[in-house]
């Protein structure tokens, strides 16, 4: 029976994400690796990708289909934990998958490195999956401990590819009906041509929309956008 890892703070709870619920655009091959991972395949797979391309919904969807599949798995987000929350990784290598969003926000903090090297350790004499995010190459990381780089460019590395308009346009509109709402074409369109266009803060800008039609009681309208994202 897996041990339950030692975590010393409260983190990150994982997501409800699925992998049906991510339109893969230029990624259907890095999703079926995923898919793949939840069950079996590489020991350590590397996901580069720009912020706000997904990767923190393949992560957790990998973790949530490994569970529907009968096995253990750890998801966790290292964008906002301390260096004293390193020492809850013991016993991480009992978990069938492990997944660490972010690995780029911790790396040149050498107690960490050193925590991660020890666990990609024990997982691979164990044969356990490990999948690690991060918005940077792992050429381009400042590693306080060559021997994690080393260790980290044994496995797999996979490109995250942003979406295209098109996608973008397809995320929008699956979001907005998975809310119920009627997202009119023109304001899609608006959604698409204001600030970042990341997916993450279109679907925030859309969620604004979305609450504020809620509150007035109006229709979304490309007016109404317009007057929520004023302030960007």
Known sequence: MPIAPQILLPLESRRPDRFEDFIPGPNQSLISTLQEMAQSGEVCLFIRGPEGSGKSHLLNATCNLAQERSLHAFYMALGNVPATASVGLTGLEEMDL?????????????????????????????????????TQPLSALEFALPDLSSRLAWGLRLQLEPLDDRAKKEVLQRR???QGIDLPADVTYYLLSRGSRNTAHLLGNLEAVRIAALAAKRRITVPLAREVL???
């Open 98 to 134: 492990v997944c660490f969003d972010d690995i780029d926000q911790v790396i040149g903090n050498l107690e960490w490195e050193n925590a991660l090297f020890h666990l990609f350790n024990r997982m691979r004499a164990g044969r356990r999956r490990l999948v690690i995010s991060s």
């Open 176 to 178: 907005a009906a998975m």
């Open 230 to 232: 004023a302030g960007e």
